[in-house]
């Protein structure tokens, strides 16, 4: 069964300071990769995903991650946060063909206006 | 629009009773998820249901129960028989039989004393 490590538990920074958060998976075979994110008194929606192709993958609100198969690494980042970017964030991988979904145990972001 | 609707978002109840979770789906989609989020912990899968009539254990099914009689619908039942139920809920869809989750509920927190 695969798992899934994020580096940080919570990050603090600044507004227009770059992000970079980390994610680390456990798994021998193909993966699908994906970032979740879950805003204050939202619910949990997709901000990026990965199955195959180009590593370096672009999510919505000028999110990025890029996966790196000899570092089983697939890092969130964001080059210039704002504040509406506070949230919780988790990294998922699945070995593909798979259903199941492994998820980290989330970093969460609090960005100062 | 389309999406899972999980209901009650708040719940309390007393230790030794039984309590159902509700999730519904108008999104057409065949497989529906339980997930179990505890903080530190990151989400983990309960139970699964990819058609209908048909149910399998995630990683933590001791203690909870569910079934699957309309496509639209995957109750979850929380039994006496977990030990520590207090926490909080999601329900997750996703389009095909075998595709990972990719649409989320807004969550039910249970707190059990």
């Known amino acids: ?113 | 629009d389309g999406g899972i609707t999980q209901s009650p978002k708040y719940l309390f109840r007393k230790e030794g009773q039984n309590v159902t979770l509700s999730c519904e789906q108008n999104l057409n989609h065949d497989a529906m998820y339980w997930y179990r989020q505890d903080p530190g912990q990151g989400l983990r899968l309960i139970y699964y249901s990819q058609i209908v009539n048909d149910f399998q254990k995630g990683d933590i099914a001791e203690g909870y129960s569910v079934s699957r009689e309309k496509k639209e619908s995957f109750p979850l039942t929380v039994t006496s028989a977990q030990k520590n139920p207090t926490a909080f809920y999601l329900c997750a869809s996703s389009p095909r039989q075998g595709e990972t989750p990719l649409h989320f509920g807004n969550g039910t927190r249970l707190t059990v004393t």
């Not at chain 1, 695969?2 to 580096?7: A, E, P, Y």
């Not at chain 1, 697939?74 to 990294?91: H, I």
């Open chain 1, 1 to 113: 069964a695969q798992s899934v490590s994020q580096h940080n538990h919570h990050v603090i920074l600044s507004e227009a300071a770059s992000l970079e958060l980390g994610c680390n998976y456990s798994y021998g075979g193909t993966v699908n990769l994906f970032w979740y994110v879950q805003y204050p008194g939202q619910h949990l929606q997709l901000l990026l995903k990965y199955f195959s192709g180009d590593p370096l993958v672009k999510g919505i609100k000028g999110f990025e991650a890029e996966f790196i198969k000899s570092k089983f690494s697939f890092n969130l980042r964001k080059p210039s946060v704002q504040w509406s970017d506070t949230a919780e964030y988790f990294c998922a991988v699945n070995a593909q063909g798979d259903y199941k979904l492994s998820f980290g145990a989330g970093t969460t972001v609090t960005v100062r206006a």
